[in-house]
């Protein structure tokens, strides 16, 4: 029918994910001024996770 939609977003959300998650654990120190919490590692976190699920959906929906 069409490319699946999940194949593109779970790249780019996968991609920008690995690049938050590289540049938090990089630069611990760059944060909000009265944040504590390292807020690109933790979005990064969930964008990656997001990322590889909606991957992991494309490719189940494949298989069927």
Known sequence: MGVDLRYPIGLMFTLLGAVLV???LSHPDLRAPLN???VNL???LMMGAFGVS???LAARARRK
């Open 22 to 24: 590289v540049y938090g």
């Open 36 to 38: 504590p919490v390292n």
């Open 42 to 44: 933790y979005a990064g």
């Open 54 to 56: 909606m991957l992991l």
